[in-house]
């Protein structure tokens, strides 16, 4: 089995819902990051998103998107984005990564050359941050790379909530899957809103093999209550982790995602 399945079966086993934690690589620069892994993995993240910057992340938010600048200030090179995650997968034979990338970063180190990377790193998934709005040729051509490898591509369902994507997420999601949680008409999120619960409902009734982790403006245990309580298998935190990186206080970091953690055992 993948190690996303075994982790999202120990996890689920224990009553537990999961929670993943975006890991920016490079921000502030790739040593830093490998220390990372350690006090995410010890304050109970259950699945590590390591993001390889982008030139261009224009589906995140502006702190995402200044850490990935931090990230090529410090390394330039994406491909040595790929040797700190085999350093990292040495360090945590057992623990299941993911890797998130924009389509951009994917070309610039060439499609071949990056799946070699992960399946160098031993990496267990793959999420395409723009996959559903890039030209499909990419996608194709990375599935028939990925799929040998036993390598998921995580699916992805934006908001607003896109019906044509619904088969595909049925037929070939695994492991888990991110749902961009419901945002106003000013594109802010001051809560988890309500609206979630039925998307949710909506994606399980398509009884994909993915669990379903909900994404977006969650960024506090409030917040994080509020989007379990909708009904997801687990919630993905990724600004509240940026904000705490660059902020340098990495024992606060770490209280926080105790904090947030806790709430996903009740």
């Given at each position: 089995?993948?190690?996303?399945?075994?982790?999202?079966?120990?996890?689920?086993?224990?009553?537990?819902k999961?929670l993943?934690?975006l890991l920016?690589?490079g921000?502030?620069?790739?040593?830093?990051?490998?220390n990372?892994?350690?006090?995410?993995?010890?304050?109970?993240?259950?699945?590590?998103?390591?993001?390889?910057?982008?030139?261009?992340?224009?589906?995140?938010?502006?702190?995402?998107?200044?850490?990935?600048?931090?990230?090529?200030?410090a390394?330039?090179?994406l491909?040595?984005?790929?040797d700190t995650m085999?350093?990292?997968?040495k360090?945590?034979?057992?623990?299941?990564?993911?890797?998130?990338?924009y389509?951009d970063?994917?070309?610039?180190?060439?499609?071949?050359?990056?799946?070699?990377?992960?399946?160098e790193?031993?990496?267990?998934?793959?999420l395409?941050?723009?996959?559903?709005?890039?030209s499909p040729?990419?996608?194709?051509?990375?599935d028939?790379?990925?799929?040998p490898?036993?390598?998921?591509?995580?699916r992805?369902?934006?908001?607003p909530f896109?019906e044509?994507?619904?088969?595909?997420?049925?037929k070939?999601?695994?492991?888990?899957?991110?749902?961009?949680?419901?945002?106003?008409t000013?594109?802010q999120?001051?809560s988890?809103?309500?609206?979630?619960?039925?998307?949710i409902?909506r994606?399980?009734?398509?009884?994909t093999?993915?669990?379903?982790?909900?994404?977006?403006g969650?960024?506090n245990?409030?917040r994080a209550?509020?989007?379990?309580?909708l009904?997801?298998d687990?919630?993905?935190?990724?600004?509240a982790m940026?904000?705490?990186?660059?902020?340098?206080?990495y024992?606060?970091?770490?209280?926080?995602?105790?904090?947030?953690?806790a709430?996903?055992?009740q």
């Amino acid at each position: 089995m993948n190690k996303i399945d075994i982790k999202i079966k120990k996890v689920m086993g224990r009553g537990e819902k999961l929670l993943s934690c975006l890991l920016p690589l490079g921000d502030p620069d790739l040593k830093t990051s490998i220390n990372l892994v350690e006090v995410y993995l010890k304050a109970g993240v259950d699945i590590v998103e390591l993001g390889m910057p982008s030139q261009n992340p224009y589906l995140d938010s502006r702190q995402i998107a200044e850490s990935n600048q931090r990230s090529f200030q410090a390394q330039p090179d994406l491909l040595k984005y790929f040797d700190t995650m085999v350093t990292i997968r040495k360090n945590f034979p057992d623990e299941p990564f993911e890797v998130m990338t924009y389509a951009d970063s994917v070309k610039a180190c060439g499609l071949s050359r990056f799946v070699d990377g992960l399946e160098e790193a031993d990496i267990d998934a793959h999420l395409l941050a723009d996959s559903t709005v890039i030209s499909p040729d990419l996608v194709k051509d990375m599935d028939a790379l990925l799929n040998p490898l036993s390598i998921y591509r995580i699916r992805f369902m934006p908001h607003p909530f896109r019906e044509d994507l619904l088969n595909d997420i049925e037929k070939n999601g695994r492991g888990f899957m991110i749902l961009q949680s419901i945002a106003d008409t000013q594109g802010q999120r001051n809560s988890v809103a309500e609206g979630n619960r039925g998307l949710i409902a909506r994606l399980r009734a398509t009884k994909t093999q993915a669990g379903i982790l909900l994404a977006y403006g969650i960024n506090n245990p409030k917040r994080a209550e509020e989007a379990l309580d909708l009904g997801p298998d687990g919630i993905l935190v990724g600004s509240a982790m940026v904000d705490g990186i660059a902020a340098g206080n990495y024992t606060a970091l770490a209280n926080l995602i105790r904090e947030i953690k806790a709430v996903t055992l009740q």
